[in-house]
């Protein structure tokens, strides 16, 4: 059966596949036009350069990798982020900072 992924239209917090996920269908079915897990529109990725270059991040952190992207001075984009997470570690804010317990615990 082929797999899918699909992606999140908006943020979902609390959502555990957030902003992506993998989904196993048959070609003929429709594709989903919700998260099965949370309700929230999502969209099918469509090009495969597309889906190998989108799905990266969230291939590291399914794996359990925690990437940060610099953004600015002692500002980082944790692209990894997991339900819970900053989206923004800015290294003067230490709430901000990637949940590793929670990380290692899933
Ligand atoms: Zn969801």
Redesign the pocket.
């Known amino acids: 059966m082929p797999t899918y992924t699909y992606r ?1 239209l908006s943020e ?1 917090p609390g ?1 555990d ?2 902003p992506c996920f993998e989904w196993e269908q048959v070609a003929r079915d429709l594709p989903l036009t919700v ?1 099965p ?2 309700g ?1 529109p999502v969209e099918r990725e469509l090009s495969p350069s597309m889906i190998k270059k989108r799905n990266f991040d969230c291939e590291l952190r399914d794996k359990g990798f925690t990437k940060l992207v610099r953004v600015d001075d002692g500002i980082f984009e944790n692209v990894t982020r997991r339900p819970g997470e900053a989206k923004y570690v800015d290294r003067r804010k230490p709430e901000t900072l990637p949940i590793l317990e929670k990380t290692i615990k899933d």
Do not use: E, I
């Open positions: 999140h979902s959502c596949r957030a998260c897990f949370c929230v």
